[in-house]
């Protein structure tokens, strides 16, 4: 009974820490909201520079390339904003012909009105100007993504535990220890995949495993580096090594590799 009401007190810390939304002041915190005749806008902070890509910005609205998603996704809009930002929704002044330029991005706006679709712009500063920039589907922070859940001290270090469930998905599909906490040293080993089971090279798909928290922190392990990932699998729920498994992000965990990617269609 002291074990279950000690497992619950901890799933109620680690819920109500997700719902507050815990950004420790940093990326991610809100700094203000306001309303905006119907628009209801939130300011998040989100300090990076960062450089984009030459010929990101299309200037002919008939060269958009809408079968194109990545020029599409880094496409520092020059038309999107008159209609969006500015005419719709208020914002301004703009910030257009980005191309090859140092960005400093200074805040995340998420503008949004009932019943219509949200909309996302970066509050930057380009050469000594400032203003504001479209942002495609820029939600990186909703529903609290990659804010702080709690700590967690194991293997001789203190770990700390973001949110990760909107982007954490992959297959296993090698033998791999499931542990209780982050790192080798001093965690217990709970399920091991593949055990009593085909290798994953014998048919098409491996495990199919959800991400829920993610270590802020990284390390190395036999030469690879990685966070520690939390997982659930039918009924279990621990944590794997990162540089174990093939889980490449297309934008990466963190909202900070996101802009980055979207910026520089994804070289770095």
């Known amino acids: 009974m002291k074990k279950l009401t000690a497992m619950l007190f901890a799933f109620l810390v680690l819920a109500g820490a997700a719902?507050?939304?815990n950004y420790n002041n940093g990326n991610g915190t809100i700094l203000s909201e306001e309303t905006r005749g119907e628009f209801e806008i939130v300011h998040r902070k989100h300090e990076?520079?960062?450089?984009?890509?030459?010929?990101?910005?299309?200037?002919?609205?008939?060269?958009?390339?809408?079968?194109?998603?990545t020029l599409w996704e880094n496409f520092s809009y020059r038309w999107a904003p008159k209609s969006v930002l500015e005419e719709e929704c208020g914002v301004s002044p703009l910030i257009d012909d980005c191309s090859g330029k140092v960005i400093h991005i200074m805040e995340?706006?998420?503008?949004?009105?009932?019943?219509?679709?949200?909309?996302?712009?970066?509050?930057?500063?380009v050469e000594?100007?400032?203003?504001?920039?479209?942002?495609?589907?820029?939600?990186?922070?909703?529903e609290g993504y990659w804010s702080v859940v709690g700590s967690i001290f194991s293997s001789g270090r203190q770990w700390t535990?973001?949110?990760?469930?909107?982007?954490?998905?992959?297959?296993?599909?090698?033998?791999?220890?499931?542990r209780d906490k982050?790192?080798?040293?001093g965690t217990n080993k709970i399920y091991l995949f593949y055990e009593n089971a085909k290798l994953p090279e014998e048919y098409e798909h491996g495990a199919y495993v959800e991400v829920i928290h993610a270590t802020e922190e990284q390390e190395t392990i036999d030469g690879k580096t990685g966070r520690w990932l939390e997982i659930k699998y039918k009924d279990i729920q621990g944590?794997?090594?990162?540089?174990?498994?093939?889980?490449?992000?297309?934008y990466g965990w963190t909202p900070e590799d996101c802009v980055e990617m979207m910026f520089t269609y994804g070289r770095r």
């Open 108 to 125: 995340i706006l998420k503008i949004s009105k009932a019943g219509k679709n949200t909309h996302y712009a970066y509050y930057v500063e």
């Open 239 to 250: 944590w794997v090594f990162e540089g174990y498994v093939d889980c490449t992000l297309f």
């Open 19 to 21: 719902f507050a939304q």
């Open 48 to 69: 990076q520079t960062v450089t984009m890509s030459e010929n990101a910005d299309i200037l002919e609205p008939e060269r958009i390339l809408w079968d194109d998603f």
């Open 182 to 185: 982050p790192g080798t040293k």
């Open 161 to 178: 535990v973001r949110n990760a469930k909107k982007s954490g998905h992959f297959e296993i599909k090698e033998r791999l220890f499931v």
């Open 128 to 142: 000594g100007e400032r203003g504001y920039m479209y942002a495609e589907d820029c939600d990186f922070y909703d």
